[in-house]
């Protein structure tokens, strides 16, 4: 039903209510029946076990579960309990992950209002929100929240602030007339009151038309709950590469065991052998060490001001290619500021951040003193009084109490120097007619200390003008002839150009003990004395974020509920709108399909009045367009765009509970600019994932291949199961886990974002882990050949020495993994923890080689000094030979 289309008398008649007495406890008890209870209803929710078990279905998890196995045929059982412990720690960390982001629902309930009044068969009651049926009359007043989705029948002063569900941060003045407007979206309703939104001003009366999920908070809470998370593409890639590695290691057990048969040995020895070597194929720490590498850098971003909800995102952000923002309080400051003031031909400019009553007032380039300019006084004098607002200090910061209009004229009050208190020490208020949305302006009648009495109005500069019969010009009064209002209407529209609201003063000498008795009394006659423009201003910092987010070819688009001419002046400010780029706005959007708004969404930069369906498709032709689309925002109606984006980005702030526990990281200080420092760390952060994939895999290449040629050689093993376990879960692991840390390199943000369908072995990754994978399989056989054709009779000293050989060769090589270039592009002290990892990997092995207790476990023997001549000749050629051969092409 259409309802902000209907006179009042006809809601009255479709709702089959009485608005005089209310509904009866019988017509109530027949709606609950038919409509269900005011409550936002949530869908079938899995349960707590079943949502564990869901954890282990990741294919990497698979993939360790496997090797768990192998390791227990094998008879190593404490690697076996060390594999299962870490799937078992990362299923806890996703399921208590996923438990934690479903809150968002619960969060949105949480802003229906507990208690409301209702008129009940000619009684007004205080009952729960939730037994609000359609038809019943409730009233409302200044702080309360709405329970439901209301049409107005009465409105006194009445103003809603509804940024949560529109992004605008001016409350919307609400009045009972219907509407012409064909579809208007929700900032547009001004007849309707929505379910969670705040009452700042006024009082009203409402007939409930909408209750539970049939309220525009319960469409959101819809969207919300069908709205898909996205798989990262971490994820994707880590899945990608469990199944290459457990393809990898059936094939080379199958090829083990076929070739040991075929050279006469027993089937149960080959497999054994052959189950081995798929285990040297798995990397049994990486799931573990992306973990840790991804918690380091959620501990790095809480010192740059942001929290990290999901492991993944920190990556996930690093190859965003659009962040969708929100404009109101993450972009702008969410404090309304005059910035423009105009008089009698003269335009005032006047700085200052936020609410912080501290500015300069300047006549072009030239600084002034409110003081000496008449009319700039008296306009802030008069803006000073014809205002409720209060500013409080808190915690060092200013607050503004009250509406921010006013807000925005009290502080350029202040900043002239002018106090409210003194002020009211010279002027006392004798009446005050309250503003209406009807007349549009609020009056008081005052008296100054000299016994003179003047009618002070504030209010729309067009409705003003025409209440206006002299103009105060030059310091002196004039009547405001055609000619003049041309002028004053030519200032007003220069203003509103720049996105400015504007706000006109005027005031009217009366005589002494004369009774105003009514609004049209008072407002008229009037001598208008100027114009105050105002703004939500831009945070100072975001230029430059959006700045660099471009050098790092990420597209900065602005999403707005705020109306297309402000977006626009924001947006050419921040440097997102260009000559080439488009803006849409809401009407538009709802006339597209997805496939029609996916043909142009990369050329647009700016959405106005939006709403949540529209964010939604907006995203969603950006992901259809192979984006990876971070969203950014503070209010409800941002939550399900929030969730269904890849990466979803809430105020820590100013943002609702609903958006932050929708989202993957929360910015502490509301900061634009602290996103692109997310963005650089999880860059670095992807990168040194890269890092130590390509060591691991070399590393596993290298013992896989010592084993395989050794077998196709007819050569007894180089390496024993139990030394291929060691090596793979502790001369791998430190090291790897150092590369976690590894600082970025220097072009890092100037790099264009990763493709979302670039592979793990990308930009000849695949190529490195081969090549130094064979170098170092074809460095520790030969260390093993040399040593066992000496003495055939000393395997044990033979497999010693390989082992030697095999562990030096990847301590060398995890300094070659720190760069794509070459091993002597960066300095081999850079990273502090990296040396500290290969020294103490480096005692481990001495310890296991020369340690009496730890020979018989690891079939060891103490190498002589002789034969690290040759361990360490051998181990430094796959590392050097390639940064040899690196330095040969860049000469040439």
């Known amino acids: 039903m259409k309802f902000h289309e209907m006179e009042i008398n006809q ?36 349960s707590a076990l079943l949502l564990f078990f869901s954890q282990f279905k990741d294919f990497m998890v698979l993939v360790l579960l496997a090797a768990t196995l192998l390791s227990g045929l094998l008879g190593e059982y404490i690697d076996a309990i060390a594999i299962i412990a870490i799937v078992i720690i990362n299923g806890f960390l996703g399921f208590f992950q996923e438990r934690r982001a479903e809150r968002s629902l619960q969060a949105l309930k949480e802003l229906s209002a507990p208690q409301v009044s ?50 605008e941060s001016v409350p919307v003045s609400k009045h009972i007339d219907p509407l012409k407007t064909i579809n208007p979206g929700i900032g547009d309703m001004e007849n309707i009151a929505f379910m969670g939104t705040m009452i700042t001003r006024g009082s009203g009366v409402g007939v409930v038309i909408g209750t539970g999920m049939k309220t525009a908070m319960g469409q959101i809470a819809d969207l919300l709950q069908n709205a898909q998370t996205q798989e990262t593409p971490l994820q994707r890639r880590l899945e990608q590469l469990g199944k290459i590695l457990i393809t990898v290691a059936l094939l080379l057990t199958v090829l083990v065991v076929a070739i040991g048969v075929l050279q006469g040995h027993e089937l149960y020895t080959m497999f054994l052998a052959g189950v081995s070597l798929a285990v040297a194929a798995i990397p049994e720490g990486l799931p573990a060490i992306v973990t840790v590498a991804l918690s380091l850098g959620v501990q790095k971003m809480i010192k740059k001001n942001a929290i990290v909800r999901k492991l993944p995102a920190v990556e996930t952000l690093g190859c965003a290619s659009v962040i969708c923002s929100d404009k109101t309080g993450t972009m702008t400051q969410n404090k309304m500021t005059v910035t423009h003031l105009w008089s009698g031909g003269n335009t005032w400019t006047v700085d200052g951040v936020g609410y912080q009553p501290r500015g300069d007032f300047y006549r072009g380039d030239t600084r002034v003193h409110p003081k000496d300019e008449k009319a700039l006084q008296q306009m802030l004098i008069f803006g000073m009084i014809c205002n409720h607002s209060e500013l409080k200090i808190k915690d060092e910061d200013y607050i503004l109490d009250g509406d921010p209009t006013e807000g925005a004229l009290l502080v350029s009050a202040m900043k002239a120097g002018l106090d409210r208190t003194n002020l009211l020490d010279e002027f006392t ?30 209010g729309a500069p067009d409705v003003i003008i025409g209440k206006s019969e002299s103009i105060l010009w030059d310091g002196k009064t004039q009547y405001l002839g055609q000619s003049v209002q041309n002028q004053v209407q030519e200032a007003i529209n220069n203003l509103a150009s720049k996105a400015l609201r504007t706000i006109a003063i005027a005031f009217k000498p009366i005589p002494a003990n004369t009774v105003i008795l009514s609004e049209q009394e008072a407002e008229n006659k009037l001598t208008f004395i100027g114009v105050q423009g105002m703004i939500d201003p831009p945070r100072p910092e975001v230029k430059d974020a959006v700045k660099e987010c471009k050098e ?19 947006a050419a400010q921040l440097g997102i709108l260009t000559n080439k780029s488009k803006v849409l706005d809401g009407n538009a959007l709802s006339n597209m399909s997805v496939p029609e708004l996916e043909e142009i969404v990369d050329d647009v930069s700016v959405f106005a009045r939006v709403s949540p369906e529209h964010k939604l498709k907006i995203v969603k032709a950006l992901q259809n367009r192979g984006h990876i689309v971070a969203m950014t925002g503070d209010g409800v109606n941002d939550a399900p765009a929030i969730k269904a984006a890849d990466i979803g980005v809430a105020m820590g702030i100013t943002g609702t509970d609903v958006a932050k526990e929708a989202s993957s990281l929360v910015l502490l200080d509301d900061n634009f600019a602290t996103i692109k420092s997310a963005i650089e760390e999880g860059r670095n952060i992807y990168e040194n994932i890269r890092k130590f994939v390509r060591y691991l895999l070399a590393s596993n290449v290298g013992e896989i291949l010592v084993m395989l040629f050794a077998m196709i050689l007819a050569l007894p093993l180089p390496l024993v199961p139990i030394q291929i376990l060691w090596v793979n879960l502790v001369t791998d692991g430190l090291p790897a886990m150092a590369l976690g840390l590894d600082r970025p390199e220097e072009d890092v943000m100037k790099r264009k974002p990763r493709s979302p369908n670039e592979g793990v072995f990308s930009r000849g990754l695949g190529w490195k882990v081969v090549s130094r994978g064979f170098l170092i399989g074809i460095v520790t056989l030969l260390a093993f050949m040399i040593v066992y054709k000496q003495n055939p009779e000393n395997l044990q000293y033979a497999q010693t020495i390989a082992f030697a050989t095999l562990v030096l060769a990847q301590l060398i090589h995890v300094f070659d993994c720190r760069s794509e270039k070459s091993v002597l592009s960066r300095n081999p002290f850079g990273n502090i923890y990296l040396v500290w990892a290969v020294v103490s990997s480096l005692a481990l092995m001495i310890a296991v080689i020369y340690y009496p207790p730890f020979q018989p476990i690891f079939h060891t023997l103490p190498i002589l000094a002789k034969d690290w001549l040759l361990i360490i000749g051998l181990s430094s050629i796959p590392t050097f030979l390639l940064a040899g051969t690196f330095l040969l092409r860049k000469t040439k």
């Open 11 to 46: 809601v009255e008649k479709v709702l089959d209510t009485d608005f005089s007495s209310g509904l009866s406890p019988e017509a109530v008890k027949k709606r609950v029946a038919q409509h269900g209870l005011n409550e936002l209803q949530e869908g079938e929710k899995q």
């Open 118 to 167: 209702v008129l009940r068969e000619g009684q007004w009651v205080k009952i729960p929100s939730k037994e609000i049926v359609p038809g019943d009359i409730i009233k409302f007043s200044s702080g309360d929240r709405i329970g439901a989705d209301v049409r107005i029948i009465e409105s006194r002063s009445l103003e809603i602030e509804e940024s949560a569900l529109t992004g």
């Open 429 to 458: 208020i004798i009446k005050e007619f309250p503003f209406d949305s009807a007349r549009k302006m609020m009056s008081m009648h005052v008296k100054d200390k000299q016994g003179r009495n003047f009618i002070v109005t504030k």
């Open 552 to 570: 790092a070819g990420i597209k900065t688009v602005m999403i707005t509920g705020d109306h297309v001419i402000t977006a626009k002046a924001i």
